[in-house]
């Protein structure tokens, strides 16, 4: 059979327990994925010197060839993910991005809207939104290894003024782009050993968050969200911006977001089984979706259980599509970068396709009338389903190149691109 003809075998299939997998398929089109722009160059931005060591907990591993050195590379790079990948899109940028004409650098607390005109111009090419995220990280100013909660105070103000910098930076976006902006804030603040005073820093960093929010703005046009971290690299003992410290930050102050990375919790610790207990409490939220092994490590997103359960838990919550602010968050410099953005970005849309065409209504019946070998049993059995003809329908209908065939053209560009890029 061709595609079409498998599609319409599946199609029926899926009728017979409830699904209408059109259905399924137009709503998947129009949800927006925020795609990071930090996998193309691996998170080294344009505001610092590439050749200095990231700082701050952030860390990258593998030397794969073909790293983007220049915004018009990234912008080349990104543009090949987009082709390849079905559904709507958004650009997560961090403040690092800055775009600066010759002769007219300025540090981080002095950015403005004019610095990130070239990347509303991208945007607004291929007819996507904007997020942003301050960067808060390899800089010469994180002294001693903090930022908003640092005790020198000429130092933290550095830090504020940039995030407030970045609120209207934000802001500019969602005007200029006409979608709003997921401005997120996350620091990595901590300490490698046993601290002696766990409060401070934490007093310090909500006065400093306090400070940024303060900053005039649409709160229709700019999201602001406030993401946790369990650990870092060189934070191991504490961090500031802990998960309850977050969740109860967003909790106190009306218009704030949580943002949770499925990375940034201890290894047992499931986001999927988070999500539907802050949709309870908050309008909205916010995800970082990554994969981490062991600890936070940002591998490549896959169409594992977490990321298949935490579509699920996006899905099924009645309206929680339009609640959940979704992004993706990882880099990896051991393999094809292009690849890398692509396999997280089309395992996601696999993942959220798939609770798209689940018979959630009837599940949640069976559990709720306690049949629960049957629900049991009818898990297991939707596993079987013909879900890759559904998967592929979806291809077509956004034109976007079937399974391995979008590799061939990763293969093509990496050799007629990527190879002649040199890092010298």
């Known amino acids: 059979m061709n595609r079409s003809e498998r599609y319409a075998s599946a199609k029926e299939q899926y009728a017979a327990i409830g699904v209408d997998t059109d259905a399924a398929i137009e709503k998947l089109s129009k949800v927006p994925v925020s795609l990071h722009c930090w996998q193309g160059d691996d998170v080294r931005g344009f505001d610092t010197d590439p050749s200095k060591p990231l700082t701050g907990g952030i860390q990258t591993t593998g030397n794969y060839p073909g790293r983007a050195r220049t915004p018009e590379e ?4 990104y543009e090949k993910v ?33 610095h990130f005109s070239k990347w509303v111009d991208f945007a607004k090419k291929h007819g996507i939104g904007l997020d942003f995220n301050p960067t808060f990280f390899s800089h010469p100013n994180m002294k001693d ?47 490698k050993d046993i601290p002696a005073d766990r409060k401070g820093p934490r007093d310090r960093y909500k006065d400093s968050i306090e400070q940024i929010i303060a900053e005039p703005h649409d709160p229709k046009l700019v999201k602001i969200t406030v993401e946790s971290k369990v650990f870092g690299i060189g934070v191991e003992s504490y961090t500031a911006g802990s998960a309850e410290f977050t969740l109860l930050f967003a909790a106190t102050h009306p218009g704030i977001l949580p943002l949770m990375d499925n990375g940034h919790y201890h290894p047992t610790e499931m986001v999927s ?3 539907s207990s802050l949709l309870c409490y908050f309008d909205e939220i916010a995800l970082h979706i990554t994969r981490p092994v062991r600890w936070d490590s940002d591998h490549v997103v896959l169409l594992d259980d977490e990321t298949k359960e935490i579509a699920k838990e996006i899905v099924r919550n009645g309206d929680s599509l339009s609640r959940v602010n979704i992004a993706l968050d990882y880099f990896d410099a051991s393999i094809n970068r292009v690849s890398a953005w692509t396999v997280g970005f089309r395992s996601l849309e696999k993942a959220l396709l798939s609770a798209l065409c689940t018979p959630n209504a009837e599940l949640k019946k069976l559990q709720d009338e306690n049949q629960l070998t049957k629900l049991m049993a009818k898990q297991e059995e939707l596993k079987t ?15 976007a190149p079937s399974e391995m065939e979008w590799f061939s053209q990763v293969e093509e560009y990496e050799k007629e691109v990527l190879s002649k890029r040199s890092e010298a």
């Open 145 to 191: 290894g903090l930022t908003l909660s640092s005790p020198d105070e000429t130092n933290r103000k550095f830090w504020i003024d940039h995030g407030r910098a970045c609120v209207r930076i934000s802001e500019y976006f969602a005007r200029e782009t006409g979608i709003p902006c997921v401005m997120n804030i996350w620091i990595g603040d901590g300490y």
């Open 273 to 275: 089984d988070k999500i």
């Open 74 to 77: 990234l912008m080349a790079d």
């Open 82 to 114: 987009l082709s390849l990948c079905p559904g709507t899109k958004k650009l997560n940028l961090h403040a690092s991005y800055a775009i600066f004409e010759e002769g007219g650098f300025v540090d981080r607390d002095k950015l403005e809207p004019k």
């Open 385 to 399: 389903y013909p879900f890759g003809d559904i998967w592929e329908e979806y291809l077509a209908r956004e034109n």
